[in-house]
Each structure stands twice: as structure tokens, then as C-alpha cells.
């Protein structure tokens, strides 16, 4: 298997565009989770789906940012508009066992 | 709800040393733990996992777990440590009810020659 694949791998912005991230998580998953890691905070769930559908997105930020999961094979993360504060390493997980998780390469978002 | 403190932020190790990185968690009953690696630049790889049964666990690359319960801990070992293995490290805490993992803020290793 591939593993959780996520793209891009690295993201460049501007403050006040559109920001998405995408997700594919391994094969048979019926979990997806999003994290965000920055020095200040650590690890953080932001929000996390099972069998497509959103359980609990507590830690999503603010309004300014949104994911969906529409098939089983793919996860989108978005920011808009993004602030330089977002920028941070975002990680996608999958799990089939409960809470053993398997995370992707992350994407480093700059946002300046 | 669980937590997990990591008390040590920065480790040095000389190569070939032994290594122990201490996890405590707070849980009301007998939680999942976890311990992850992060190399620089990279995702979390899963170590090792105790669900139940033998408290002491064997993980990839060397490592082992061993779950007391009674000091709320699961410290992380390896006998010999390689340049290799210079990388962070976070303990997870997870309930038996609930599919979210709560993290340690991590515990970065430095080893020198």
C-alpha cells in the first residue's frame, strides 16, 4: 500500500487567497483525520470523519476553514481566506483499527 | 478526557548508548498507547502500540514499551541508539471508546558521535 498521500507537499501563499489541501488515505480506511502542527501549539486535530462523514470538528479554528470527504478515497481541507497564522505543517491520518493511525508526509503551508 | 505529558523536551544520546524517553497519561481507565517517531521534514511513522495483554511491547526499529499502570506511564527504550534514530518522538494517548488520539508535545533526541 501507499500510504496516506497528501498533496501539495508544499504550499507558498498570499494572505487572503484560497488555500486547499488534499488527502487520499490508505485503501480500506474507514477513518480520516486532519492535524495541524506549529511549534507554539504542537499536534492538534482539527477534525476527523468516519466513513465520510464528520464526527467531530471541535478543533477546526474558525469559520475560515472547512473539509469535506466526498468518497472514500479523498479529503479536502480548505482556508479562505488564509492569514499568515495558519501557517503551519498539516497532517492527514487514516485508521481502521480504532485509534491507530497512520499519517501522511503533511503539507507545509507559508502563508505571507 | 486523556492527556499526555512527554517531561524531557530535548534528549542527547551518544550513539550506541541506551535511550529512555518517559510518557505519563492521564486516563480513567486502561487506555490505547502509542509512541510515534517524526524524522525532520516527514510524517509521524507508528513505533509501537499496547492495546492490553503483556504490558512490555516490542516496536519497529528496536524500540520497546513498557505500561505500568500504577505510575501511569510508558516509557520508550532502546538499548543501543543509532545516528538514526535522532528524530522527535510523541506519546499518544487514545480511549477505548473513541477513535481521537491526544499527543504529548513531543520529546526531540540528538545523537552524537
Known amino acids: 500500500d501507499a500510504g496516506v498521500i497528501q498533496s501539495p507537499r508544499h504550499e507558498v501563499t498570499e494572505m487572503g487567497q484560497e488555500v486547499t489541501l488534499r488527502c487520499k488515505p490508505i485503501?480500506?480506511?474507514?477513518?480520516l483525520f486532519w492535524y495541524r502542527q506549529t511549534m507554539m501549539r504542537g499536534l492538534e486535530l482539527l477534525i476527523y470523519?468516519?466513513?465520510?462523514?464528520?464526527?467531530?470538528d471541535s478543533g477546526m479554528p474558525e469559520d475560515r476553514f472547512s473539509a469535506k470527504m466526498p468518497n472514500a478515497s479523498f479529503s479536502t481541507l480548505k482556508i479562505q481566506p488564509s492569514e499568515p497564522r495558519d501557517s503551519a505543517v498539516y497532517f492527514c491520518?487514516?485508521?481502521?483499527?480504532?485509534?491507530?493511525?497512520?499519517f501522511g508526509p503533511g503539507t507545509r503551508l507559508t502563508v505571507t | 478526557a486523556q492527556s499526555v505529558t512527554q517531561p524531557d523536551i530535548h534528549i542527547t544520546v551518544s550513539e550506541g548508548a541506551s535511550l529512555e524517553l518517559r510518557c505519563n497519561y492521564s486516563?480513567?481507565?486502561?487506555?490505547?498507547l502509542f509512541w510515534y517517531v517524526q524524522s525532520p521534514g516527514q510524517g509521524l511513522q507508528l513505533l509501537l502500540k499496547?492495546?492490553?495483554?503483556?504490558?512490555l511491547v516490542q516496536g519497529i526499529k528496536g524500540f520497546e514499551a513498557e505500561f505500568k499502570r500504577s505510575q501511569s506511564s510508558f516509557n520508550l527504550r532502546k538499548p543501543s541508539v543509532h545516528w538514526s534514530d535522532a528524530a522527535e518522538y510523541f506519546c499518544?494517548?487514545?480511549?477505548?471508546?473513541?477513535?481521537?488520539?491526544?499527543f504529548g508535545a513531543g520529546t526531540t533526541v540528538t545523537v552524537r558521535a
Open positions: 491520518a487514516s485508521s481502521l483499527i480504532i485509534a491507530e493511525q497512520y
Open positions: 485503501s480500506g480506511h474507514d477513518y
Open positions: 470523519f468516519n466513513n465520510n462523514v464528520p464526527i467531530d
Open positions: 486516563y480513567g481507565a486502561t487506555p490505547y
Open positions: 499496547y492495546f492490553s495483554g503483556d504490558t
Open positions: 499518544a494517548v487514545g480511549a477505548r471508546d473513541d477513535y481521537k488520539l491526544s
